[in-house]
């Protein structure tokens, strides 16, 4: 039987070395209807320097980042030792099939959407216009239009993701290389102690109180100038009142974190504040809470796109939670949290008193 054209290039492909078959890849890369995109390590960095944009607030004395269009390059003196890539026409592709895309918001619109009552009457008014169908078939139709509303949804649900991830993709990877050599830095730090039979070392806390100060220190240059003498206000004055507030935190801490996983649980889809409202776990939470509107307030909050994501964490959205309960004066969310951590201390005294005298 004659041998094929590709049969034959593959029988050449493995006499090759591994040096010619390098050279090859680009050739084939090179042909229109190949299918393959050159990823020439070279040209693409000689591209970054002559045409990437080096972020402002984002460079450091050891990092330097530079970007073009959807490809990070970090630098360490002028040596590059790292590149990320961003695809958004894959992504765009990708994520809508994958498990969390268009199959589990069809099933949260499903769940949502057709309750019991929505279904009977439905059903009903299908029946009305004299549709004969067998309750298998009017599965399917439910399906079928969850189906269509997800897919609608998702496209544009992708679309945004790809505008913020494109957008926030340089921090995110500078931070990501930054805490990596942080974290290994303080993980061959413990190892020398090791191998040297030292006892002494730094402990983890120490470690992220460390690393909390520094990144501080880097976000705070770029800070409007305070008032720096401004007095604390009267109501929060007190660790009476530092306490009450911190043990309210607390409380209301369960609550916030129940809020946002069923957000997530529902992959932020509309209705997902009713499903909250029949869960068993909420109702519990949130028995106690006679003011509604701090509820309401806290649900809203949790699917903000305009706050950073500091501001949407389950802690930053109790502190505010328990502020608005307590009827404190307004702070912003970084002097609440310091505020709780310092009532908290106190309650953790109180604590260890009682243990010891009981």
Not at 43 to 49: I, Q
Not at 222 to 248: C, F, M, V
Not at 316 to 321: L, V
Not at 331 to 337: P, V
Request: proline letters at 4%; a neutral charge.
């Amino acid at each position: 039987m004659k041998k094929s054209a590709l049969e034959h290039v593959q029988r050449l492909i493995k006499k090759l070395s591994a040096e010619e078959r390098q050279r090859l890849i680009p050739f084939l890369a090179s042909l229109p209807d190949s299918g393959l995109k050159s990823l020439n390590s070279n040209d693409e960095l000689d591209k970054l320097r002559r045409s990437g944009t080096v972020l402002d607030g984002l460079d450091s004395d050891l990092l330097s980042i530079r970007v073009i269009q959807n490809v990070v390059s970090v630098e360490i003196l002028d040596a590059e030792v790292l590149r990320v890539w961003f695809f958004p026409d894959n992504f765009n592709d990708a994520y809508p099939r994958s498990p969390h895309g268009i199959p589990l918001m069809s099933a949260s619109f499903k769940a949502s959407s057709f309750t019991e009552e929505t279904r009977a009457r439905v059903r009903a008014e299908r029946k009305a216009t004299g549709m004969q169908e067998t309750d298998e078939e009017f599965e399917a139709v439910i399906d079928r239009d969850c189906d269509e509303m997800a897919r609608i949804w998702m496209a544009r649900k992708v679309e945004r993701m790809v505008v913020q991830i494109s957008l926030h993709l340089p921090e995110m990877v500078r931070d990501m290389f930054g805490n990596a050599i942080k974290g290994q830095t303080f993980y061959d730090t413990q190892k020398a102690v090791e191998e040297l039979g030292g006892t002494s070392k730094w402990s983890v806390a120490e470690f992220k109180k460390t690393v909390l100060a520094a990144a501080w220190r880097d976000t705070k240059r770029h800070l409007p100038p305070t008032d720096q003498n401004r007095r604390t206000q009267s109501q929060w004055r007190g660790e009476a009142i530092r306490k009450k507030y911190s043990q309210r935190v607390n409380d209301r801490y369960a609550l916030a974190c129940r809020v946002k996983e069923m957000y997530e649980e529902c992959d932020y889809a509309p209705g997902w504040m009713e499903d909250l409202k029949q869960d068993s776990t909420f109702k519990l939470l949130s028995i106690n809470i006679p003011d509604k509107t701090v509820i309401e307030w806290a649900m809203k909050r949790v699917a903000s796109d305009n706050i950073s994501s500091r501001e949407r964490e389950e802690r930053s959205i109790a502190c505010e939670m328990a502020r608005r309960e307590l009827d404190l004066p307004e702070q912003d969310i970084e002097t609440l949290r310091n505020y709780y951590l310092e009532g908290n201390k106190l309650l953790k005294k109180d604590r260890a008193a009682r243990a010891i005298n009981p």
